[in-house]
C-alpha cells in the first residue's frame, strides 16, 4: 500500500508540476506573476501529498514570523519544505545555485521570480554578489529564504551550515526567522517513498538584527538544530507506533544530537 500510494502521489505531483509550469506561462511577465503561480503550485502540491500519500504538512509558530522584509534560515531535508515554504512567505525569494536556472521551464520561473542566483565561478567574489542581490531583493520588501547547510541533509545527520547566511544576516540588516522541520522523515531526499504521518515545520522566534557574525552563527545553529531534533524524535515516535520502517540511512542518524 505504502508503494503504491507513493507511487500514484509522485506520478500526480509532476504531472501537476508540469501543468502549472505550462499555463502558468504568461506570468513569466512579472515577479508578482511568478509568485502567485509558485503558491499555486505548493498549494495543490500540499493537497496532493494530504490526500494522495496521507503525508499532512502541519505548520508551527507562524505567529513568530515579524512582518516586512526577512532573512529566512530553514533546515533543509527534503524538496518538501522547498514547496511549503512558498505558500507561507507572500513575497518569497530562494538563495539558489545558479544552475539552477539552466532547467527548462522551472529556470524561467526561478529568473523571473527575482530569485537570487549564487555563481560559484565567481570564486571570492561569488558571496559579495551574492550579498548586493540578497539587498536588492530585501530592499523591495522580500523574505529572503537560505538553507545554511546548502544541500538536503539526512534526518539527524551532524550539522553542517555554511558562513554565507551569517554573511548575509551583517550585510541586510532584517531579523532572522529560524525554521526547524522534520520533513526528511516523510518525503526522503534520495527516495520516491512518501510515508503517511504529520511532517511539521515550526517557526521559531525570530533573532534581531545586530548581532556579532560568529555569535549569530552558534545561535542559529543551535537553535534550528535543538527544534529540529525534538521534532525528529517525535516525528520517528509516531512512524514506529504505526508500523513504518525508518530507511537505513536515516535510522542512525535520527539519534544523533550532536
Known sequence: MLALRSLAFNLCFYLATTVIATVGL???????????V??????????LLHHVAGTEVEFRG????????????????SALETLALCVVFPEFAYVLK?????????GWFFSRGGMVAI?????????????ASAARAVAEGAQLIVFPEGTRRAPGAPPAYKQ??????????????????????FWSRNSLTRRPGKAVIEFLPPIAPGLP???????????????????MGRGLSDLAGAGYEVAPEEAPAATNRS
Not at 66 to 72: A, F, N, Q, R
Open 26 to 36: 504568461p506570468a513569466l511577465a512579472s515577479r508578482r506573476g511568478v509568485l502567485r
Open 38 to 47: 509558485a503558491r499555486l503550485w505548493g498549494r495543490v502540491s500540499l493537497w
Open 62 to 77: 507562524r505567529e513568530n514570523i515579524p512582518p516586512g522584509p526577512l532573512l529566512v534560515a530553514a533546515k533543509h531535508q
Open 98 to 106: 545558479r544552475e539552477l536556472l539552466a532547467i527548462p521551464l522551472l
Open 119 to 131: 555563481d560559484r565561478s565567481k570564486g571570492t567574489r561569488a558571496m559579495s554578489l551574492m550579498n
Open 164 to 185: 554565507g547566511l551569517s554573511h548575509l544576516y551583517v550585510a541586510l540588516g532584517v531579523p532572522c526567522q529560524p525554521v526547524a522541520l522534520n520533513t526528511g522523515l
Open 213 to 231: 557574525r560568529t555569535e549569530f552563527q552558534t545561535l542559529v545553529q543551535d537553535r534550528i538544530e535543538a527544534a529540529s531534533n525534538a521534532l
